[in-house]
């Protein structure tokens, strides 16, 4: 199976504050690369996938990157309402289609 | 507008089965597939499986080969994952999501269900 790896565990940013979390995966998956955001209590939202399209009605302040085994997710404004916990998840060939072990974006 | 609403919360003794249901609306069922995913407590996501709608074809995840089984009854357009000889690492929020695009599942999964927590508990 292919692992995946996201790093940092965690960070604390402020308002209007650029940030990129990075998630590795164990072995080419090309360009097969899912972004998440979940909020405590709620189901994961689809951010961004095939590593840099943008899933309709997610602002344009997310932004994705990356092809072979290194990608990275981009907020460019950090904004209140994107405090949550961010995933990647390889969806190369077939399954299973593992996730990271997430990034938790605290207020600073 | 796309809709998926999953069974309401269960509470199983160990060794039990349980049987959560996801039914979808706003789309034609038959031309998406879907994933399965678990979440226990405070922990990270779990990949379990998915399932065509349109023809039945399923994969699982290893760990769970021979007590999970997942379904669709195209008549009534719900998909049903059912995990059997539940243990206490077994208590998670399971949740249904659609594939983004239809007949793929290389895209990744949009929209997800509300999620369904089953907890075992002796």
């Known amino acids: 199976d292919i692992q995946m790896t996201q790093s940092p565990s965690s960070l604390s940013a402020s308002v209007g504050d650029r940030v990129t979390i990075t998630c590795r995966a164990s072995q080419s998956i090309s360009s097969y690369l899912n972004w998440y955001q979940q909020k405590p209590g709620k189901a994961p939202k689809l951010l961004i996938y095939?590593?840099?399209s943008l899933q309709s009605g997610v602002p344009s302040r997310f932004s994705g990157s990356g092809s072979g085994t290194d990608f990275t997710l981009t907020i460019s404004s950090l904004q209140p309402e994107d405090f949550a916990t961010y995933y990647c998840q390889q969806t190369y060939s077939t399954p299973p289609f593992t996730f990271g072990p997430g990034t938790k974006v605290g207020i600073k | 507008q796309v809709q998926l609403v999953q069974s309401g919360a269960e509470v199983k003794k160990p060794g039990a089965s349980v049987k959560v249901s996801c039914k979808a609306s706003g789309y034609t069922f038959t031309n998406y597939g879907f994933g399965w995913v678990r979440q226990a407590p405070g922990q990270g996501l779990e990949w379990m499986g998915w399932i065509s709608a349109y023809n039945g074809n399923t994969n699982y995840a290893q760990k769970l080969q021979g007590r999970v089984s997942m379904t669709t009854d195209t008549s009534t357009s719900t998909a049903y994952m059912e995990l059997r000889s539940l243990t206490s690492d077994d208590t998670a929020v399971y949740y249904c999501a659609r594939g983004l695009i239809a007949f793929q599942i290389t895209n990744g999964f949009d929209p997800w269900g509300q999620g369904t927590l089953v907890t075992v508990s002796s």
């Open positions: 095939a590593a840099s």
